[in-house]
Each structure stands twice: as C-alpha cells, then as structure tokens.
C-alpha cells in the first residue's frame, strides 16, 4: 500500500503537532528519534503523521503528583533559605 503525501507533514506541522520548535524537530530527525524522508525533489524534511502520533504516545508519561509535591517542596525551602 502506498502512502499518500496528503499523510505526510513539513517541519512545521510536526513542531506544532510535538509542541517543540523548528530546530528541535530538525535536530530529533537527523539523530533517529523521530522518522524522517526527505523530498527528493526540493530536499524538505517530510515526516508521517503516524510516526509522530507513535514518537508522542511513546514518550508521553503520566505525571506522578507526588513527585511534583515533592519538588515543589524542596524548591519552597530553598527560597525560604
């Protein structure tokens, strides 16, 4: 089955799709976290919906709220100092 372009995204699509800048997509590409072709025509960054939806559910974390008690703890006795 062939993808169609329509599923693919530009650089920045998929910075607003992740919630990060420009660079930091560009940056994740040329490393490997994220899934990256590019067009051989004009050389753009192409990224599948499908592979950022996969890379965001992957890092996501559920936050433990203890923890951030726990910090917010520490950070008002530092000041307090």
Do not use: H
Request: glycine share 6%; with cysteine; proline share 4%.
């Amino acid at each position: 089955m062939k993808t169609r372009l329509s599923e693919y995204v530009k650089v920045a699509e998929a910075a607003e799709i992740l919630g990060v800048s420009q660079g930091t997509v560009r940056a994740w590409a040329e490393t490997g976290k994220i899934p990256m072709q590019k067009n051989p025509a004009n050389g753009y960054r192409l990224f599948l919906r499908g592979d950022l939806d996969s890379f965001l559910e992957k890092c996501a974390r559920p936050v433990n709220k203890n923890a951030l008690t726990s910090e917010r703890s520490i950070s008002a006795r530092k000041r307090a100092k």
